[in-house]
Nanobody, 127 residues
Framework: QVHLVESGGGLVQPGGSLRLSCSAS????????VGWFRQAPGKEREGVSC???????FYLDSVKGRFTITRDSAKNTVFLQMNSLKAEDTAIYYC?????????????????????WGQGTQVTVSS
């Protein structure tokens, strides 16, 4: 069982940046696809980005060019660098892992396909 822990959330002004971290306590994350999801109040959880076991990266259209997902295998951590943040990025951000890939039928795999989740970190974009 891989236990995932997110960190790095906070309050930031529109246009600002945050870097989220997803760390694993046991198994090496580079064996898995690791996805970042977010859930805003009253909305469904949606996939934001994913990095697969060979390092390919995928993004939700609305964050392309603003968010970057990377993996540091030495630290067993996956990062989500978020730049040019907007109010609509406000949500709780979660990371999750799965054994298979990031994509299904050309889209990011949905949250139901992931079994192991972190506790989430709050991101608030507000002036």
């Amino acid at each position: 069982q891989v236990h995932l822990v997110e960190s790095g959330g906070g309050l930031v002004q529109p246009g600002g940046s945050l870097r989220l971290s997803c760390s694993a306590s046991e198994d090496a994350l580079h064996y898995y696809a690791v996805g970042w999801f977010r859930q805003a109040p009253g909305k469904e959880r949606e996939g934001v980005s994913c990095i697969n076991s060979v390092g390919n990266t995928f993004y939700l259209d609305s964050v392309k060019g603003r968010f970057t997902i990377t993996r540091d295998s030495a630290k067993n951590t996956v990062f989500l660098q978020m730049n040019s943040l907007k109010a609509e990025d406000t949500a709780i951000y979660y990371c999750a892992k799965r054994n298979d890939g990031c994509i299904s039928y050309g889209k990011l795999v949905g949250p139901r396909a992931y079994a192991d989740w972190g506790q989430g970190t709050q991101v608030t974009v507000s002036s």
